[in-house]
C-alpha cells in the first residue's frame, strides 16, 4: 500500500519523512473515497481533534479554579446540586 508513496518518501533538508507516508496514503484514500479535497480532508480532521481535545482545556481551567478557591461546599450548595442532579435524565 505504501509503495505508491514510495518516491516521495525521502529525505528532505536532512529530515526523514517516511514515517508519515503511511498516514498520508490512508488520507488521500479516505479523500477519493469521500470525493473531497485534500484541504477539506484535513480540515476535518483538524476540526475533529481539536473537538476531542477541547474538553481537557475546559477541566484543566476548572481545576486550577478549583484550587484557588477550594472545594469545600456548604450545606446549601449540596441541596442545590441535588436538586439539579434529579432534574437532569440520565
Not at 503511511?22 to 470525493?35: I, M, P, S, T
Request: hydrophobic fraction near 40%; aromatic fraction near 6%.
Amino acid at each position: 500500500m505504501i509503495s505508491h508513496y514510495a518516491g516521495k518518501c525521502a529525505h528532505v533538508a536532512n529530515l526523514k519523512i517516511a514515517s508519515c507516508c503511511g498516514e498520508l496514503y490512508e488520507a488521500d484514500v479516505h479523500q477519493k473515497r469521500l470525493k473531497s479535497s485534500r484541504s477539506k480532508l484535513y480540515s476535518r480532521a483538524l476540526g475533529e481533534f481539536l473537538r476531542r481535545h477541547a474538553p481537557d482545556r475546559v477541566t484543566e481551567a476548572m481545576d486550577e479554579v478549583i484550587a484557588a478557591v477550594g472545594d469545600a461546599t456548604d450545606a446549601f450548595s449540596r441541596r442545590a446540586a441535588r436538586q439539579v442532579l434529579r432534574k437532569v435524565e440520565w
